[in-house]
């Protein structure tokens, strides 16, 4: 099965460059495809997500390291700007509570429903940089950087950003994922 086989490469990857074995263009049609096409309850697509490529990739991540205050590594902060680009994910505020006012009778379902969906798509980009040889990596940065992302890519107000996932060329793989017995989280009930 191609999904079995995209979420078996799938792997945090931190060593990263800005050489992508495919046009950036590839990279953003693909997203914008995944965005399209995973679901979220009532149909509701509050999910949002800005690709930073270039310059503005630069600059996110040496917004990140100032809105610590140095408080977090520069090495650190160095080996994700070092990546080709960054995937913003964010949640739009109005559409759930646009959902929340309309379907009363769900209203406290709607902020789970969107965190639901922001993980699906998150997955489903990562799988998807994989099959294009692309490494990745999720980081939660937020909301330390909330008003230095929403500055530097003038993102509405409504939008709440949920995770950063910087993305590029691997200069090294990851390491071996250790197995484990999946019964122990899996029950067959008949």
Known sequence: MAIIESLEQRRSVYALNK???????RVVADVKRIVELVPDAFN??????????????DQLWDAVFDAF????????????KAAAGT?????????VSGLQKQFAA??????????????????????????????ANVQ??????????????SVPESWTLVAEMPFGG?????????????DDRVKVAR
Do not use: C, T
């Open 170 to 182: 691997i200069v090294a793989p990851a390491g071996d994922k250790a197995g484990e017995n999946v």
């Open 87 to 95: 995937v913003l994910y964010f949640v739009d505020e109005d559409v």
């Open 19 to 25: 050489e992508l074995p495919v046009p950036e263009e």
């Open 44 to 57: 509701m697509r509050s999910q949002r997500v800005v690709v930073a490529l270039g310059e503005k990739q």
């Open 140 to 153: 939660h940065y937020n909301p330390v950087i909330d008003d230095a992302v929403r500055e530097l890519f």
């Open 69 to 80: 205050g140095g408080k977090v590594a520069r090495e650190k902060i160095d080996g994700f």
């Open 106 to 135: 769900y209203a406290q379902n709607f902020p789970v429903w969107a965190q639901q969906a922001n993980g699906m798509l998150q997955f489903s980009v990562w799988a998807g940089l994989r099959d294009l040889g692309i490494g």
